[in-house]
């Protein structure tokens, strides 16, 4: 498949903003559909958001849309995850994911459904 780097996280203040980058690698990323899934301590993993290969359509956790924005540059190979007003419930470990067999359709929100993962990168927001 692909190989994943996120980078980005960091620690700020509720209200804050960040934006996290996922660099790919190994195959060519514009086939790819790709997604940002988090996982905080003690929880399940859970999707965030979604984008096509084209960055033409997206999809969001009703937890997050409205504040939080999925896009992509295929020139750079990098996918990235725009996120705003954040609240210390978005405190996690924020991992992007990738998979070439949706075509040109949004990614579902499940993450069995994507072959490739990055390392995570942590998140944490505090009130």
């Known amino acids: 498949q692909v190989q994943l780097v996120e980078s980005g996280g960091g620690l700020v203040q509720a209200g804050g903003s960040l934006r996290l980058s996922c660099a790919a690698s190994?195959?060519?990323?514009?086939?790819?559909?790709m997604a940002w899934f988090r996982q905080a301590p003690g929880k399940e993993r859970e999707f965030v958001a979604a984008?096509?290969?084209?960055?033409?359509?997206?999809r969001y956790a009703d937890s997050v849309r409205g504040r939080f924005t999925i896009f992509r540059d295929n020139a750079k190979n990098t996918v990235y995850l725009e996120m705003n007003s954040l609240k210390p419930e978005d405190t996690a470990v924020y991992y992007c994911?990738?998979?070439?067999?949706?075509?040109?359709?949004?990614?579902?929100?499940?993450?069995?459904?994507?072959?490739?993962w990055g390392q995570g990168t942590q998140v944490t927001v505090s009130s």
């Open positions: 190994g195959r060519t990323f514009s086939n790819f559909g």
């Open positions: 984008i096509n290969w084209s960055g033409g359509n997206t």
């Open positions: 994911a990738g998979d070439s067999r949706y075509g040109g359709a949004v990614p579902g929100i499940y993450g069995a459904n994507f072959a490739s």
